[in-house]
């Protein structure tokens, strides 16, 4: 027996002021929101897809582009509201400039570059040995985080609003002037217990580097490319992942690690408040993502604390 298709009537409405901005007929019951805000973009060039929240009702959620037309609890004449987001800017772009002007700038106090330090200092180096490793590990961070994001990040999501970017930018940069400010400042001094403080912390932050960057190509791997599917991440073979019986997020773990050591190695007051206003915000993730588990898989590990292993 041949099931006629029945097509749906898709009305979209502006969710401020419920103005009609566009009716598609005949629409297939298994396209996508994606596809539909495909067709609303024919109509209006101004709102490309990755502009577009489309949701069931004015002020409710977003709907995911992969959701089905005829999955969702509407008729065969279905309305849909729309919000504008913004314009957008790619994750990767994001990333790249955010990560860029940190190493950059940070490069620009080591070598002295005029205007910074008084003239007599111009393009001279520090004596002290901990000056120079503190810019070969600041840099590091920096190129791994660059590296990541073009050869490893799989991102959900593609798009953010372009004013995150300026926000973003404030941060790490000023952040990262400031602190070479004073680390590659003439007069800086050395930590107080010498050399074993540096060695130790030297320690501490390559293993929280190389922690940090195991967790990242773990979760990379539970992604397949093109693909949003989530899944819980577990321990691998490699050891620096078995954190994952402990807490949700261990890339953050590891993040704090390394801006731990790099102000101890540095001993300087400048990165200490980096290393803890980068805690808060990466606590608040931390706690966002691990709800999200909770809510999505209902065989979540219960051990798991978000960000600190039984405390936080």
């Known amino acids: 027996i041949n099931r006629a298709v029945v097509f749906f009537e898709v009305e979209i409405l502006d969710a401020k002021t419920k103005d009609k901005l566009c009716f598609l007929d005949k629409v297939e019951p298994n396209a996508t929101i994606g596809e539909i805000k495909s067709m609303f973009h024919k109509s209006h060039p ?27 609890p509407v008729g065969t004449t279905a309305t849909f509201y729309f919000r504008d987001l913004g314009a957008q800017i790619s994750w990767v772009t994001v990333f790249l400039t955010e990560y860029t002007g940190p190493l950059v ?66 941060y790490y940069w000023g952040f990262a002037a400031w602190m070479a400010y004073y680390i590659n ?47 819980i991440p577990y321990p691998t073979k490699n050891p620096f992942t078995w954190i994952f019986l402990l807490v949700s997020c261990p890339n953050y773990t590891y993040e704090l690690g390394s801006w731990l050591g790099f102000t101890l190695m540095t001993q300087c007051l400048p990165v200490a408040f980096f290393t803890l206003v980068g805690f808060i915000q990466m606590t608040v993730w931390a706690k966002g993502k691990h709800r999200s588990y909770l809510k999505e898989f209902r065989d979540y590990p219960p051990l798991r604390s978000p960000i600190l292993p039984f405390i936080l």
């Open 46 to 72: 101004q709102w490309y897809p990755a502009r577009q929240s489309i949701r069931l009702d004015p002020k409710g959620k977003s709907l995911k582009d992969e959701d089905v037309l005829q999955h969702l």
């Open 185 to 231: 400042h003439p007069l800086y001094t050395p930590p107080i217990y010498g050399e074993q403080q540096i060695r130790l912390a030297l320690i501490i932050f390559l293993f929280c580097q190389i922690g940090n960057f195991s967790i990242h190509v773990a979760l990379r791997n539970l992604r397949p490319p093109g693909s949003k599917t989530r899944k």
């Open 105 to 170: 700038i940070y490069l620009m106090f080591y070598f002295r570059v005029p205007f910074i330090y008084a003239p007599k200092y111009d393009f001279t180096t520090s004596k002290h040995w901990v000056v120079h490793l503190a810019c070969m590990c600041h840099s590091f961070h920096y190129v791994k985080r660059l590296l990541e994001t073009l050869f490893v990040h799989r991102f959900s999501h593609g798009t953010m609003p372009l004013r995150n970017i300026f926000k973003n930018c404030t």
